[in-house]
Antibody, heavy 121, light 107 residues
Framework: EVQLVESGGGLVQPGGSLRLSCAAS????????MNWVRQAPGKGLEWVSY????????LYADSVKGRFAISRDNAKNSLFLQMNSLRAEDTATYYC??????????????WGQGTLVTVSS | DIQMTQSPSSLSATVGDRVTITCRAS??????LNWYQQKPGKAPKLLIY???NLQSGVPSRFSGSGSGTDFSLTINSLQPEDFATYYC?????????FGQGTKVEVK
């Protein structure tokens, strides 16, 4: 059974940093691309970042480009999101999501339970 | 970025109803449209991928259709566990973008 468990969220001051983790199990982690998707309180879903299985491709939403960095450790079945220069508008529940990809598209088949990041002084 | 617009934003329905949610893309996305269900305090759950393919384990009362810019999700015979918020998402281009959501509430 696929399991994704996020951790690392919490309260941080504006301008601060936080590192989120996502522990994966139940599938061949290194074979699958992964994403971070966030949801501000009471709002909709916003894609944040993507990383390919080999880490050769990393993509970011414009809203986080230059501040956030996605990475993975395939030996430890773990996904990370390093968040720097945090702003109030980064306050959200952050989900990691596992992709399934065909030759033409990818979509998130499994999601973790999320970890809440609150940016406030 | 491709904008995704869902309608309605919310709807009230009764168990047994047939419910249809529409999703419009700001440009042609072929059939690269996915649907997610989210219940309060829970993670989104994939229902349908690439317009009309039912994710494993999803009841057959859910169906999707469309192509190009106009898509729909239909729930035949709404069940109590279907009251939730539904999101469409395009996976045609980066960044993948979501609709604003449609909340299906009890009438």
């Amino acid at each position: 059974e696929v399991q994704l468990v996020e951790s690392g969220g919490g309260l941080v001051q504006p301008g601060g940093s936080l590192r989120l983790s996502c522990a994966a199990s139940g599938f061949t982690f290194s074979s699958d691309s992964m994403n971070w998707v966030r949801q501000a309180p009471g709002k909709g879903l916003e894609w944040v970042s993507y990383i390919s299985g080999s880490s050769s491709i990393k993509l970011y939403a414009d809203s986080v480009k230059g501040r956030f960095a996605i990475s993975r450790d395939n030996a430890k079945n773990s996904l990370f999101l390093q968040m720097n220069s945090l702003r109030a508008e980064d306050t959200a529940t952050y989900y990691c999501a596992k992709d399934v990809c065909s030759s033409t598209t990818c979509y998130g088949t499994h999601w973790g339970q999320g970890t809440l990041v609150t940016v406030s002084s | 970025d491709i904008q995704m617009t869902q309608s309605p934003s919310s709807l009230s329905a009764t168990v047994g109803d047939r419910v249809t949610i529409t999703c419009r893309a700001s440009q042609n996305i072929n059939t690269y449209l996915n649907w997610y269900q989210q219940k309060p305090g829970k993670a989104p759950k994939l229902l349908i991928y690439v317009t009309s393919n039912l994710q494993s384990g999803v009841p057959s009362r859910f169906s999707g259709s469309g192509s190009g810019t106009d898509f729909s999700l239909t729930i035949n015979s709404l069940q109590p566990e279907d009251f939730a918020t539904y999101y469409c998402q395009q996976s045609y281009s980066t960044p993948p973008t979501f609709g604003q959501g449609t909340k299906v509430e009890v009438k």
